[in-house]
């Protein structure tokens, strides 16, 4: 390997969705999570959020979706553990509802992995 390029071979692999456990003030739980590469940060689910205790809560961030549309959340402070990794994290807080995962990994956590979204 060229010395200009980074050795990524000790980074552990993520699929589109990985089972990941979530840890808050009064619960834990373990949750299917999806990777996206193109998120600034990790968003959870409110209901789930509110089930393990999530917080402190931290601060109120405006955020812009794909499409343009801007929503103001709230940021609390969680640990998940993935693929025998901890990660402490401050994470949006959203209505997640209506999505096929109460998790979505952002960069936030991304750059401890690499992603390989045909597994």
Known sequence: ???????HS???VLGAREP????GQTGTTEIA?????????TSLDRTIACEIG???LTDERTFRSGSGNTTTRLVAEVTITLHGNT??????IADRSTLATDLRLGKDVLTDYLVDITR
């Open 20 to 23: 990941i456990t979530i840890h």
């Open 10 to 12: 000790s980074k552990p």
């Open 1 to 7: 390997m060229p010395a200009h390029e980074p050795d």
């Open 54 to 56: 999530a917080g402190p």
């Open 87 to 92: 990660h402490d994290l401050a994470v949006s």
């Open 33 to 41: 999570a999806r990777i996206d590469t193109g998120a600034e940060r």
